[in-house]
């Protein structure tokens, strides 16, 4: 059995201890807000916190996230009032959809370590994630907007 915490819950699971957790999340937990995209850790779509950190689900397996606490863009908020998630809407960032839980996540990490990001820090920090519509100014934008709304 593997336990760990996702999204506030304690979960046991005895899934192959080789299931990376990406597949685990959006197969046997549901929770499909987090997305593949190249698998390779370079693209972002699949980030998630573990232990509050931002990091690739696509690169986890289950058997390295043991006790763990994982978070998920569904356990930002169960209402979508995260000042990140008002703010990516209120910056129309969004046209496709697909990265953009996993930018939010990177840059929920962000703002929980540095709350008044400079637009360089925030450009350097979210070079992890790769948006095929290139809306990185709005982007930027909207975490501009959620730190100021966060203070």
């Known amino acids: 059995m593997i336990s760990f915490t996702l999204n ?3 979960v046991e699971t005895d ?14 937990a549901g929770l499909t807000g987090t997305k593949y995209g190249c698998g390779a850790a370079v693209c972002g779509a ?3 916190h573990m232990n509050g950190s931002s990091t690739f689900s696509c690169q986890l397996k289950l058997s390295q996230i043991e006790g763990m ?3 998920t863009i569904e356990g930002l908020s ?4 995260h000042p990140l998630q008002k703010a990516w809407i209120a910056e129309q960032v969004p046209q496709c959809g697909y990265c953009q839980s996993g930018q939010i996540m990177r840059a929920a990490a962000l703002l929980s370590s540095n709350p008044s990001p400079s637009e360089s820090e925030i450009r350097n ?5 790769l948006c095929r519509c290139s809306t990185y100014n709005r982007i930027v934008k909207a975490i501009k907007r959620a730190s100021e709304e966060m203070k």
């Open 125 to 129: 920090w979210m070079n992890t994630n």
């Open 46 to 48: 699949c980030m998630v």
């Open 78 to 81: 169960e209402d979508g009032s």
């Open 15 to 28: 899934a192959d201890p080789d299931t990376l957790l990406l597949m685990y999340l959006r197969e046997e």
């Open 69 to 71: 606490d994982i978070k």
């Open 8 to 10: 506030g819950s304690k």
